[in-house]
């Protein structure tokens, strides 16, 4: 197995990418190709130990950048990393592609390259939240914004599939973000968007409230990809501040209390990690015909080694191929039904 | 001034309720209208020491639940004590309204009965969020969904006329809740809401991501009551579920831990005051004609009596006739310049 990866993407590209890539050649057994400028990604390289790890280097000239309109730069740039790179997949060189540039850039990429799945409206970003009883998994956090209630329900089927055949839950719990439990509590979106969930082949539990996403109620919470960025970046910021004012509340406490935070500093570490989104490396864009993970823009090193091994797990789980068969089974029953 | 309490509105309704009304009447000189069953209401004042506090009893007969549809119950149950409080405000009789009961039903009798300002397309809740800048309020965050673009420049006027003279900043900065910084990025709704803030006379900054949020880098941040409500419950909780983390990993972590837990104890303790929401006991409804706080289900007797604080300094700013002038001023500047 083969992953691609955008050498250019992020906020720290190509230098984090790079050491990324390495450490999961390293760590995670896999085959790397990284896509970008030769001789800088060789550079980088050069300072590194990496004898006979299966690392290889493919040249792009162009870069796409976070303020350019995704799908026009995708079309014009046929040189661009995370095109060259979605190439690779395409033409069946590698398996799958991570990137921590332009989620826009991506995304598009993936569309007009890859192509949609047929019977997917729209592709979503499925983004693994941490909670205290385990991952939830929220899409759309970003593809789309404007969605109709056909994108929510198909959103709610490619989650639960990713969520069985990649997370190895049983039967996961998926719920719609929505202002309230009962079935009537809504938007015209969500109002609608229930109908179809209720009927589709999965353990559809009814409405997700805000509350419910952080203490991990559902193992896939669907919603429209504004509402998702939103609450993603928030979810983000958010424990950050919270960090940010204990640390300050200890600076500018008592002695007594300084030294209970240097004696409670190993379990407030360790409840960092639990709680670091990097851990996951990424998030699959679902509905597309090929395996694409999107990493945040501030992913480091260790950030990109462990996408590097989401997307093996993501490849190894077939499910681009089992969301196929789940709409063509729908459609074929539909048909019959007729 | 008098501000009245529905009694019977809230989880710990009505002894939470009585006991924080007559907290507030001790420690913020208000004189209170308590609004529902009598008996019941005596019952529990009888066994506080209220010796000429000015409190008076107003009977009201039904209550309309959590279940109910707000409207279709505030049209039927005349005698629900949202109802019959909101009226006393409608009469002259008191000056402001706080009500912890369903918050469509406080939303539907406002309307109803207050009537919205001339001008205002839908009324909002404008919730106070505490950052680490201080407070910053979010509207709407839960009276209406499927906003227009001109209810959402509507709120920015609103919130930052409300920030202005109930939270005394001066020339609030009124961000639009979005998914990128770019004038061009977002969803059909804040595209063209973006177009009428920038036109409003506010301090209007540009759009607000989801990050921004707990950062306090807005005074006032506008978006849809559906998004509002989801980004608000979703707030409540994470920081719920961070502070029960952090209390797991002390039990399950080692005795030095715990040891170092104890003496932090203080400090986290003032940090918890500073993030709890109930210290600001309600949120304004902004854009009807009267004053109205809505408070939380789950407040308790601080709450409320925060709650009556907050509806006198409401009261005192005199906002709701700020609305309505400003609202006036834009009409005659629109046909002066026609």
Same mark, same amino acid.
């Given at each position: ?61 162009e870069v796409i950048g976070m303020d350019e309109h995704p799908a026009d730069a995708v079309r014009v740039k046929k040189d661009a990393s995370v095109v060259v790179a979605t190439n690779l997949v395409k033409e069946g060189v590698? *398996?799958? #592609? @991570?990137?921590? /540039?332009?989620? =826009?850039?991506? &995304? ?110 559902? *193992?896939? #919470? @669907?919603?429209? /990809?504004?509402? =998702?960025?939103? &609450? ?31 004696l409670l500093m190993p379990t407030l570490k360790g409840l960092a990690k639990r709680l670091d989104v990097a851990e996951y490396g990424g998030a699959p864009l679902l509905g597309v015909q090929g395996y694409v993970i999107i990493s945040h823009g501030s992913s480091d090193e260790k950030t990109i080694s462990n996408a590097v091994r989401a997307a093996k797990a993501y490849v190894e789980s077939n499910v681009v191929n089992h969301i196929k068969n789940a ?12």
């Open positions: 197995m083969k992953i691609t990866v955008d050498a250019m993407g992020g906020d720290f590209a190509p230098k984090a990418v790079v050491l990324g890539a390495i450490m999961a050649a390293k760590k995670h057994q896999a085959e790397i190709v990284l896509v970008g400028d030769e001789a800088v990604i060789k550079d980088i390289i050069a300072k590194e130990n990496v004898e006979n790890l299966p690392i290889e280097i493919k040249n792009a000239t590698c *398996d799958a #592609v @991570v990137s921590a /540039g332009s989620t =826009g850039a991506a &995304v598009a990429a993936a569309q007009l390259i890859l192509k949609r799945i047929r019977g997917i409206g729209r592709p979503a970003i499925a983004t693994p939240m941490p909670t205290p009883k385990g991952v939830t998994l929220m899409l759309d956090s970003g593809a789309n914004v404007d969605s109709k209630p056909e994108h929510l329900a198909q959103s709610g089927i490619m989650g639960s599939l990713y969520a069985e055949h990649v997370q190895k839950k049983s039967k996961p719990r998926v719920g719609l973000l929505n202002i309230g439990e009962e079935e009537t509590k809504g938007n015209e979106l969500t109002k609608e968007a229930y109908a179809l969930l209720k009927d589709a082949d999965i353990n559809f539990i009814g409405n997700a409230e805000g509350r419910d996403v952080p203490k991990g109620n559902f *193992d896939v #919470v @669907v919603c429209d /990809g504004f509402i =998702g960025n939103v &609450v993603l970046k928030f979810a983000e910021s958010m424990a950050k501040t919270i960090f940010f004012l204990i640390k300050d509340a200890i600076k500018e406490g008592s002695l007594l209390g300084k030294l209970g935070a240097f709409l063509t089974e729908k459609k074929e029953t539909l048909n019959g039904s007729v």
